[in-house]
Structures are given as structure tokens and as C-alpha cells.
């Protein structure tokens, strides 16, 4: 899949831009409990684009057997010995195994084209239990809105949005962010999806769209179609 985010920083950091060591020190927060809500006690999760861990480690303390993706050898050695990590992009992953659940979080599906989009959920769809779910995190409809004087700090770790760049449905945002001495920034391009578009998306790959999870909305279930 083409990058459609790059970055520069302190420390390491991955082709799309992200660092490590801001990502070690994100934290997870209501998704989790989203996620408990729609896996089976004990059951198997897959986390596709895990990063350093931020849903796997906190999923496999609460007693999921918990499967971490990423491609960055970076990101998953931050990732706890209870998770099993697999180096791989998503498009090209082949395990072999199906879950209950599989993850895709961090809007890694507002990828600007079409084909991206669809090589993301064929990666879901392929490694699903019969019966199991996918879980998605999209972006909000808030993401269309000129976020150019978007600022916060949460945990002593401060981002602002250094410029913002709307062309439709396409959002071009440039995110800069500090902790301590430490400084980050990233440039990244995303496409907002209805649920309209969503649903036929998901059918086009042979899933089937469920339920929004939260308010929000941003996270959402997708099951295999009935009639596949």
C-alpha cells in the first residue's frame, strides 16, 4: 500500500511518519472496554497496525491471547512477552490462523484510495473465525471541520495541527507535538467515510456492516456477509 503519511523527529521513526517513543507513551482508553464488549472471554484478537502495543498490551492483561501486526521492528519491540508479534504489513498478511475478533484501529482505514481501503479489510476478513468480528476505528464527521486551531496536552505530551488543508472528502493535516525536550512532526492525508460508503465498501469485500460501538461514532463491527 503507498504511504500516505510521512514524519521526522526524535528518535525512531516509521515509514509513515510516526514515532516510537511517542507511540510507548500513548495510552489506551474507553476502546478497551468497546473491544471486551465484543470478544469472547479468553478469546483470540488480532491487533493489525498494533504500533508499541497501546490496545495489545492491555487486552492480553485482561486475557485475551492477543496477536500484535505492525511493520515496524521498532514498534513492536516495545510491545509486552505475552503478546505474539508478527513483523508483516497488513495487506500482505497470510497467518494462517482466524480470530474472534480482529482489530483495526487508529483510522488506518481513512486511507485516501479506494484499493487501499479494500486491501485493508480483505486482511481483516481473511484471518475471522467463522463467526467472529472485525472491530474498526473511522474517523468522525469532525475530521471535515478546519481543525487549524486544534491544540491539547494530555500527560504533559502537547500536539497542535501546524496546518490543515481540506480538498472534499480529503484531509491533508500536518500534526506537530512535543514532550519535554523531545519534538515530532507529521504530515498525514485521510479520507472521511459515511456509513453509506462504509456499507458498501465492507459488501464489496464480502463483510457485512454490524453496529456503531460508541457515540462518537467511530468504532464499528463488521461481521462476514450472510450470503457469502
Known sequence: MASFAY???DGAITDDGCAVELYRRLRAGEEIDLIRGVAPAGGSILDLGAGTGRLANPLSAAGFAVTAIDQSADMLAEIGGAVTCVQSTIEALELGA???VVLLS???L???TAESRASLLRACMRHMKPGGVAA???RGQGILQD?????REVDGIRDWVEAYRRDGLLVTITMRTEWEDRRWVQTFTQRYLDETELRLELAAVGLGFDRWLDPAPEWFVASVAADI
Open 7 to 9: 514524519g521526522a523527529g
Open 98 to 100: 482466524r480470530f474472534d
Open 106 to 108: 487508529s483510522y488506518l
Open 110 to 112: 481513512n486511507v485516501p
Open 136 to 138: 474498526i476505528q473511522v
Open 147 to 151: 481543525l487549524s486551531d486544534f491544540e
